[in-house]
């Protein structure tokens, strides 16, 4: 049952515009057609021998508190959040995380009795992904990174960054650098995208959305990677975004989302039940070769 559904106006609906009922599980965003995360977590419960389904809810911006709300109401037993929710749904929160006030973004809810928990799993689900594909290189890699975005992905990645190393040099490239004022909480710097520099990267990270549509442009149209850096695109395509493909034309080591996809979700699938997550089924589920 991986059927996309919508809340607006106060209530569920299917995409018939059918009335619905709130699944065991859901994911919260706009867009959310496109999630894999379904597909993943029901792989998760079938493997756990629990009840219900997991399904992406597109709910728009001015209607998220009402969606948290009527989720709670409803016995939703956990939500997720993405792309524009994670930094807006801590107003929706009885209680946030030490994790989740630090990076200033939830991905995770979790039900308390009177009310929502926020965590965060996508710093430790980042950190995992970046461990696997850089091995014992984890050091180097981190020297000088570079961060496209500012939201709360952006925000994640940065914290796994500093939990790994205090003295790498950290930077945001963002759309509009006078909006970003809690850089300097990373010790980061901030500098305009356009017409940045990654020559010097160890690490480029991009944490837009761009490239869930195979024909959005690198963000960075113009700028050379370093020969021997890494770079990671958090959105999972089934190809090569166009920023990765600037990075394998120059030799550099690259991967998608998809291992930090997974890796957060199994993070967030222990939080809601405990025990240990099915990783390597919930990697299966989505194609993944964990």
């Known amino acids: 049952m991986s059927e996309t559904l919508e809340y607006r ?11 619905a009922q709130w699944p065991r599980l859901a994911l919260l965003g706009d867009p959310v057609a496109h999630s894999a995360s379904p597909r993943m977590h029901d792989a998760a419960l079938r493997v756990a021998k629990l009840d219900g389904h997991y399904q992406a809810v597109r709910v728009a911006p001015a209607q998220l508190e009402s969606a948290a709300a009527s989720a709670f109401a409803a016995g939703v037993t956990g939500l997720n959040l993405t ?22 973004a939830a991905n995770t809810l979790l039900r308390l009795n009177n009310g ?3 965590h965060n799993t996508d710093a430790r689900g980042f950190a995992m992904a970046l461990q696997a594909l850089v091995g ?3 050091d180097a890699a981190v020297t000088d990174v570079h961060i496209i975005g500012a939201g709360g992905a952006a925000r994640a990645v940065a914290a796994a960054i500093r939990s ?16 970003v004022l809690w850089a300097s909480e990373f010790g980061a710097t901030v500098e305009p995208l356009d017409g940045a520099r990654v020559e010097t990267a160890t690490l480029v990270v991009q944490a837009t959305p761009l490239g869930l549509d195979p024909n959005d442009p690198s963000p960075l149209p113009h700028a050379e990677f ?47 039940f405990g025990g240990q997550s099915p990783l390597a089924q919930m990697a299966e589920a989505i194609g993944f070769d964990w």
């Open 164 to 179: 790994i190393s205090i003295s790498s040099r950290l930077r945001f490239l963002v759309r509009r650098p006078e909006s």
């Open 9 to 19: 106006n106060g209530a569920l609906f299917d995409a018939a515009g059918a009335p």
């Open 136 to 138: 014992r290189d984890l």
């Open 226 to 272: 370093a020969p021997g850096a890494v770079a990671m695109d958090l959105v999972y395509a089934s190809g090569a975004t166009a920023v990765l493909r600037q990075a394998a034309a120059a030799r550099c080591r690259y991967e998608g989302g998809a291992r930090m996809l997974v890796a957060q979700g199994a993070l967030s699938f222990t939080m809601w």
């Open 116 to 118: 929502w928990a926020a």
């Open 83 to 104: 792309i524009p929710h994670k930094v807006s749904i801590l107003r929706c929160v009885e209680r946030a995380s030490e994790e989740v006030t630090r990076i200033g």
